[in-house]
């Protein structure tokens, strides 16, 4: 893992994605079922080490009910 600085805007997906998957009572695990990835690719995207495609984003916002431009905020 390196230890260069998460980017702010991945910072704020990262804490947005938690808290909108803790909102509707998902686990990583459950949330990764639905999206069709492993459960590992979503710890790695939660702990910024992965960040994911815009097609996944798209994916993850249709998953948890948000309008994509909520999870920057």
Same mark, same amino acid.
């Given at each position: 893992?390196?230890?260069? +600085?998460?980017?702010?805007?991945?910072?704020?997906?990262? /804490?947005? /994605?938690?808290?909108?998957? %803790?909102?509707? %009572? $998902?686990?990583?695990? @459950? #949330? *990764?079922?639905? #999206?069709?990835?492993?459960?590992?690719?979503? %710890?790695?995207?939660?702990?910024?080490? *992965?960040? +994911?495609? *815009? @097609?996944?984003?798209?994916?993850?916002?249709?998953? $948890?009910?948000? #309008? +994509?431009?909520?999870?920057? #905020?």
């Amino acid at each position: 893992m390196s230890d260069r +600085p998460i980017p702010r805007i991945q910072s704020l997906f990262i /804490l947005n /994605l938690r808290k909108f998957r %803790n909102a509707r %009572n $998902l686990s990583q695990k @459950d #949330l *990764a079922d639905i #999206l069709s990835i492993s459960i590992v690719y979503l %710890n790695r995207i939660e702990n910024g080490r *992965a960040y +994911p495609s *815009a @097609d996944l984003m798209e994916k993850i916002c249709l998953a $948890l009910e948000v #309008l +994509p431009h909520e999870m920057f #905020l």
